[in-house]
């Protein structure tokens, strides 16, 4: 039988598995992968840090559903990736960490870069084990990809990277390069006791979250049928469209006004894929629907009356076509004050200011971005003013939104252009959050990723200051020295412009859309709240 290196049936596998690309960076106990990598045709994208590569990752699998894969060396490049392993267990989603280790003959050695591997990935992982030889390999490859699809979470896989270059054998498979996503139906019991729930309610209210990703339509008629508005979760904003008048928005710091209103008056909350932590900004003793795909979520941030374990869209379909006619005096009333919000909106987007202001920006954002642009927002004050004011309609939002790590704008763009290459791409970034991983802006220009890159630039983390202002306390290290933006885009290669009047963004932004290349927009705004 035909020896081939366990390395070279890693890589076959990863193709089996529709991997197309992997984020990471050489180092002396991976090199034998590499070796393994240059021959094939899996693209290799060398970041700078392994955090960027593992919030890409992570960035990539929220936007397609597809495994990430990332890739580092023991000891220091694998402390690294947590951040971003940590960013795809808190959101639910598959990547794969293929971890490299000292030799074989060396581990429990300590020695140089040696670290416990195993113990560092536990509280991390859906799977996580170090290979122990060569013949292992090819089959744990499949059982840690199949755990991430099944446990939606990060799977990690340690080895010695002399196991890579050692020949083995297959007289014959073990396991398959297969996952078969399981299809779940809501119980009837739990449809018809929702049902008497819904025939009852004259307020009820839909909170949608990300679970709707592949039922927007579904919660869309659910919604009109029952005549109740919904309030999005910032995950699935976007996958509600912004422009349907039933959409009053989303809910909490980073909320609206009509959705605070019409949560406080609900007489029924219908909690549709989501498990929405914040339980200040829910009703005091309004019952409650909930349905998810995962039974573990069901009543775990807010009592629910009913719980339906199932796919949403087969449940809201079953839901809807048992609904009788409902009155729309509720939701009218919120339609309208839906659009006196909206009104409210634009015009804080059109006054005219001395400086530029973050709602200004997002507006000019606004009119540049295409119908199905993809859109990697950071987190910080940023977040709040894009939730409210960028509007948003058949687009994808990719974001950290359980972790909520600073740094994650730039990895989810770069990933957005190899998920979506014909799509447009664009980060809106604060200059803390850019400035934490800016360095790997290089390696959008090095792959010829074009981008759009938009720094709200106010020299302070202005979220912090907020947040200590409201605890009563006197800002303090909030403040930050300027970096200079735009030329540190064009010293990498990329092109950069640096703006402070709506003129001048204007400007920027129209050529940085026909550009072919990664462009950085360094905008000085005005250093206001953004908790209003």
């Not at 490299?100 to 870069?113: E, K, M």
């Not at 919904?230 to 928005?249: E, F, R, T, V, Y």
Request: charged residues 25%; negative net charge; contains cysteine.
């Amino acid at each position: 039988m035909f020896e081939r290196t366990a390395g070279s049936h890693v890589v076959e596998l990863l193709k089996q598995w529709k991997v197309g690309h992997i984020y990471g960076m050489p180092g002396d106990s991976i090199n034998e992968l590499m070796e393994e990598l240059r021959k094939e045709d899996i693209r290799f994208i060398q970041i700078r840090h392994e955090e960027t590569g593992a919030l890409a990752a992570s960035a990539y699998s929220k936007l397609t559903g597809h495994i990430g894969v990332c890739l580092s060396i023991a000891g220091p490049g694998a402390i690294h990736l947590q951040n971003g392993l940590y960013d795809a267990k808190k959101d639910k989603t598959p990547v794969l960490a293929i971890v490299g280790q000292v030799t074989s003959s060396s581990v429990g050695t300590d020695t140089f870069q040696e670290l416990k591997l195993e113990s560092m990935f536990e509280d991390v992982s859906v799977y996580n084990r170090r290979v122990q030889n060569a013949e292992q390999l090819p089959d744990m490859l499949n059982q840690a990809v199949r755990a991430a699809y099944a446990e939606k979470g990060p799977a990690v896989l340690v080895v010695s990277d002399d196991l890579f270059s050692t020949k083995i054998k297959r007289e014959k498979e073990m396991t398959s390069p297969e996952y078969s996503a399981p299809h779940i139906r809501a119980a009837e019991e739990d449809l018809k006791e929702a049902l008497k729930l819904l025939e009852t309610a004259k307020k009820p209210v839909i909170l949608a979250g990300k679970g709707a990703q592949e039922a927007a339509g579904e919660v869309l008629a659910f919604s009109e049928k029952l005549k109740a508005p919904i309030i999005a979760s910032l995950p699935a904003k976007g996958l509600i469209p912004d422009d349907h008048p039933n959409n009053l928005g989303q809910l909490g710091q980073l909320g609206t006004e009509p959705a605070e209103e019409a949560m406080k008056q609900a007489d029924l909350v219908i909690l549709a894929g989501t498990a929405y932590p914040y339980r200040e900004y829910l009703p005091d003793k309004a019952p409650a629907i909930q349905i998810d795909l995962d039974p573990r979520v069901i009543g775990k941030y807010y009592p629910a009356t009913v719980g339906v374990v199932g796919e949403l869209g087969q449940a809201l379909a079953s839901l809807t076509s048992e609904l009788g006619e409902k009155d729309a005096g509720f939701l009218e009333q919120f339609q309208e004050k839906r659009r006196a919000w909206h009104d409210k909106l634009r015009e804080d987007i059109d006054k005219e200011t001395d400086m530029l202001q973050p709602q200004q920006v997002l507006g000019e954002i606004q009119h540049i971005m295409e119908r199905d642009a993809v859109v990697s927002l950071d987190v910080g004050s940023i977040t709040i003013w894009t939730a409210k004011y960028l509007q948003l309609s058949g687009h994808k939002l990719v974001l950290s939104s359980w972790l909520g790590t600073m740094g994650c704008g730039l990895p989810g763009a770069m990933a957005a252009k190899l998920a979506y290459p014909d799509r447009q791409a664009i980060a809106i970034v604060g200059d803390g959050g850019f400035s934490m991983g800016m360095q790997d802006f290089v390696t959008a220009v090095k792959y010829e990723l074009p981008m759009i890159i938009v720094v709200f630039n106010n020299q302070k983390l202005q979220l912090i200051e907020d947040e200590q202002k409201m605890a009563g306390n006197k800002p303090t290290n909030v403040d930050l020295a300027n970096i200079d933006f735009a030329a540190f885009a064009i010293a990498c290669g990329g092109e950069g412009y640096t703006v402070k009047t709506r003129a001048e963004l204007q400007d920027a932004l129209s050529k940085a859309k026909a550009s072919k290349q990664p462009v950085v927009i360094d905008a000085y705004v005005e250093d206001i709240s953004a908790v209003l």
